[in-house]
């Protein structure tokens, strides 16, 4: 166990539809991270908070939005999805804004059918 | 904004044998560089990283080399056993709070 917790650990829905993923990072850290893996892809960074503000965002669609509430857990929400949003969604958590390596939660696996 | 590449794609030991994977960045801010095993079907795990300030750190069988000026990073692991197979990621960090993530690498372990 790594201490971050994801929920739930697979998710099967519809295409159109919309889902929440949550996260709880590690106790005591304040930076969650949010990763998206495709089948035989690499980690596609969408964003980042810190102490419950935005602080970098990547390639996350508009479609895609997430926040961090004031218990530090995380959640992103995906709508309207795709096929092509089918992945592996992990959460990550880290004590600092940077400088810091990411302890990543188990991911949840979304299956958009 | 940040590239990471990372080689190569794929890469196949025999046990015992020396395995080096390689990533280049292109953001001058990068000063933090952490590497990652992701096992299959399992979550990465940070496994050694580096700053800035140093040029080489080691911890047991894996390496890792900072060359700044280059914009070079590199693992090194010796002595590989069959369990080091998985994939490998580079990434590279910014005083900004983005993390780059090279495109990772497959490591197989021959017995």
């Known amino acids: 166990d790594s201490g971050v917790t994801q929920t739930p650990k697979h998710l099967i829905t519809a295409t159109g539809q919309r889902v929440t993923l949550r996260c709880s990072p590690r106790?005591?850290?304040?930076?969650v991270y949010w990763y998206q893996q495709s089948l035989d892809q690499g980690l596609q960074f969408l964003i980042h908070?810190?102490?419950?503000?935005?602080?970098a965002k990547g390639n996350i669609l508009e479609r895609f939005s997430a926040q961090q509430f004031p218990d530090l857990h995380s959640e992103l929400n995906l709508s309207s999805l795709e096929l092509g949003d089918s992945a592996l969604y992990f959460c990550?958590?880290?004590?600092?804004?940077?400088?810091?390596?990411?302890?990543f939660g188990s991911g949840t696996r979304l299956t958009v059918v | 904004g940040e590239n990471v590449e990372q080689h190569p794609s794929t890469l196949s030991v025999q046990e015992g044998d020396s395995a080096v994977i390689k990533c280049t960045y292109s953001?001058?801010?990068?000063?933090?560089f952490p590497w990652y095993k992701q096992e299959l079907g399992k979550r990465p795990q940070l496994i050694i990283d580096?700053?800035?300030?140093?040029g080489e750190k080691k911890d047991q069988r894996i390496a890792v080399t900072l060359n700044k000026t280059a914009k070079h990073f590199s693992l090194h692991i010796t002595e590989t056993q069959p369990e080091d197979s998985a994939v490998y990621f580079c990434?590279?960090?910014?005083?900004?709070?983005?993390?780059?993530f090279g495109d990772g690498t497959t490591l197989t372990v021959k017995p």
């Open positions: 990550a958590s880290s004590p600092q804004r940077s400088l810091y390596g990411y302890t």
């Open positions: 106790s005591g850290d304040l930076s």
């Open positions: 908070y810190y102490n419950g503000e935005e602080r």
């Open positions: 953001d001058s801010a990068s000063n933090y």
């Open positions: 580096i700053r800035s300030n140093v």
């Open positions: 990434a590279a960090n910014t005083n900004a709070g983005k993390s780059t």
